[in-house]
């Protein structure tokens, strides 16, 4: 069984065609952004709550964005403001991801459609193919884009197709996805609104429910939507996590998706982990706990002093078993050289 742990690098380096470090394409407007990219300046015509410019100086460099939204979760309890901030933070991260993704899935579209999502599954697919003992592949992202679920979506030996959150873990499918942060598809619908009289409309609904977003009592049911209908007139919340350095924040997805992969971890032997930093501490608590002490990881990094961070971060939280670095240059020399197809056929 195969487990594989893709972080935001992995949808930065998500085009072969367009490597981050060419200058050329190094700034790019649509890039999937890094978590310290979610303020930059190429985001400056997203249409900001009235709550969100009281905290985005301090989401730009040289702060960290991650440090600065985890210190504003710590603030919250007393302070009726920061609770408005961090809605409007939510709701500017899923226009942030839709933005990006329109653009970026043309620019893919007009270079012939490949991401190295497909590149990595097709891979897998013929590993998985050739080793009878393998059943199940689950695949966690903690990215809020839908490139992982689009290269599922569009190969022909298996068309998953993402209609309900269900079809995530479907037991039908040798695939199944884990999105632990939420995903900028995903959506909490509200029916009504504490203290609201009057009719409102459009924008007015994003700021009322914003306003009132601590005495809200959110619905447990996640349900999927068309990222563009956050801008209409839907009673919608994004089901996305904040992104922080390392609280213990809880999860944003189905509890479903949360008990099939923890019925996963004990049968996985491979890890595999791209463009993760491992530093979300309930998620690796819950990895190490069930994963099996004789399960090979792999750490695919960029140098072997970022890989021997995350290393000692995975092995501070019990991690046992082989674990080993991959220095390449990203995800898509990853894919390149199948290195992925070296390792699982070890």
Known sequence: MLLVIFGAGASYDSVPRLPPHDPKTAYEQFRPPLANQLFEDRFGGI???????????????PNS?????????LRAQGNPEIPKQLAAVRYYLQDVIAFCQRGWKQRIANLGGATNYWSFIDEIEDWRQSVASVHDVFLVTFNYDTLLEDALGADSRFRMTFKNTGDYVSPTSHYKILKPHGSANWAYKLNTLPGLRERISGSEVREAIIDRFAMLQIPQAIRIVNMSDFASNEWLIPALAIPV?????????????????????????K??????RAAEQTFLGMLTAGLSPDVRTRIVSRDHASAG?????????????????VVVNGFTEFTKKKRLGEFLNE
Do not use: Q, Y
């Open 309 to 325: 961070d995350i290393g000692n971060r995975l092995r501070e939280a019990g991690l046992k078993g082989e674990l080993k670095p």
């Open 271 to 276: 890890l595999v982990i791209v463009g993760w």
């Open 245 to 269: 350095e390392r609280s213990k924040t809880g999860f944003i997805c189905p509890e479903d998706h949360m008990n099939a992969f923890s019925e996963f971890l004990p049968s996985a032997k």
């Open 47 to 61: 249409k900001r709550s009235d709550h969100l410019p009281a905290i985005e100086t301090r989401m730009l460099p």
């Open 65 to 73: 964005v991650e440090a600065e939204l985890e210190n504003l979760l």
